[in-house]
């Protein structure tokens, strides 16, 4: 192993003992985390609320700053700090003026709760239509530029599709939606911290995010980028106290929005998630995004290639540029086959017919070779009529 992937490795203490390649859903904890969450611990120990004032606070713009940098983002304030990418939604969703415009066009390969954000302001007049993957890897653009009309208030899609790895052209969904007057709201989830990406050129008017996947920055901290230009004009109804233009001098009495996408912010966050979540993005920083990308690519291959030899159905795209580097196995039973490969130290996940494996960049050839050597046995031959 080369010294620069014995020095990544060492961030990550699971790698002694566990070959994990579930980095889509949560890297581990790296030790510069622990060590950040670990110095907050000290703080509210030592000075309790006195710590808002001394520390805490300046986290919590530091973090605006660094998910901004990471974003491509030209100011801070086109950035809201969330719990969670849900609530990054429901704020958005909360925006739009359906009597006006009342469909909003969501893929059925978009997770849940991107539906779900829009299914809840039905009650408002929202007309929530699915555009349907033909492949259940890919939604071609083709479908949306036929679902998006004058009607349209809102395209609701994913960067990356949790299932299936594939990319989709935000950059071009941007365009046909402004064409018909439509705003484009992007989850990011699985693709910020994995591509090359900027906000800015990309013309989406929306996107949500967060920390614990490819960002390494644990669960409790999502974002959500709103242009400032649509910052500026939008009035959600789903607000809270730390959203507004001064929380501190504590009106009850008015509701005055914070400046840019401030206003989608709610209350009191989680301190001790800011701490882990700026270790995380400081990490990749230090790695540098473009060499993410090269070892994403270079693993998930090895586990794509060797998964066809042995005969599987690979669901995600098998060239690496059309995806990220999530790799899906097609199997009958995937939550067993999960299970046979976390008693053997392989650590993934699985999705409705699918095995999920995720390596990230710390992680090497040889353990994709280990996971494929345990995979072989664990393949369910097509029975043929
Ligand atoms: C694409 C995508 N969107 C949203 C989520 C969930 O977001 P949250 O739990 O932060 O609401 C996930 C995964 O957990 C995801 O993969």
């Known amino acids: 192993m080369e010294a620069r992937e014995r020095a990544w490795r060492a961030e990550f203490p699971i790698t002694e003992r566990l070959n994990y390649l579930n980095n889509c859903s949560l890297t581990p904890l790296p030790r510069r985390g622990r060590e950040r969450v670990e110095r907050f611990l000290t703080e509210w120990t030592e000075q309790g609320g006195r710590a808002w004032y001394d520390h805490w606070i300046a986290e919590y713009e530091k973090l605006r700053t660094d998910i901004a940098n990471v974003l491509g983002a030209k100011h801070d304030d086109e950035i809201a700090i969330e719990p969670n990418v849900s609530a990054g939604l429901v704020g958005i969703a909360s925006t739009f003026d359906y009597t006006k415009r009342p469909k909003v066009v969501i893929s059925d390969l978009d997770f849940p709760t991107d539906g779900h954000a829009f299914l809840a302001v039905a009650p408002r007049g929202a007309q929530v239509e699915f555009v349907r993957s033909p492949d259940r890897v890919r939604v071609p653009l083709e479908l949306f530029e036929r679902a998006v009309d004058e009607r349209t208030a809102a395209v609701c899609t994913g960067h990356v599709y949790f299932t299936s790895g594939w990319r989709q052209d935000v950059e071009r969904l941007a365009e046909i939606c402004h064409r018909k007057g439509a705003a484009l709201v992007v989850d990011a989830y699985q693709s910020i911290g994995a591509f090359p990406f900027d906000v800015d050129i990309s013309g989406v008017d929306y996107l949500v995010g967060g920390t614990l996947k490819w960002l390494m920055g644990g669960p409790g901290i999502a974002f959500l980028y709103a242009r400032r230009e649509v910052a500026e004009r939008a009035q959600p109804s789903a607000v809270g106290w730390w959203g507004v233009a001064d929380p501190f001098a504590f009106d009850v009495e008015h509701l005055r929005p ?120 664990l393949r369910v031959a097509p029975v043929l009529a």
């Open 258 to 377: 914070g400046e840019g996408a401030r206003r989608f912010e709610y209350g009191t966050p989680g301190v001790a998630a800011i701490y882990a979540a700026r270790a995380g993005i400081e990490l990749l920083n230090e790695i540098g995004i473009e060499t993410v990308r090269e070892r994403h690519q270079l693993l998930s291959q090895r586990l794509v290639d060797g998964a066809r030899e042995q005969g599987w159905k690979v669901r995600c795209p098998t060239d690496a540029r059309e995806r990220t580097a999530i790799v899906t196995l097609e199997h009958p039973d995937p939550e067993s086959a999960v299970t046979s490969l976390r008693a053997a130290g392989v650590i993934c996940d699985n999705r409705p017919g699918l095995i999920r494996l995720s390596p990230h960049y710390f992680n090497t050839l040889e353990e994709m070779d280990r996971a494929l050597a345990l995979l072989r046995p």
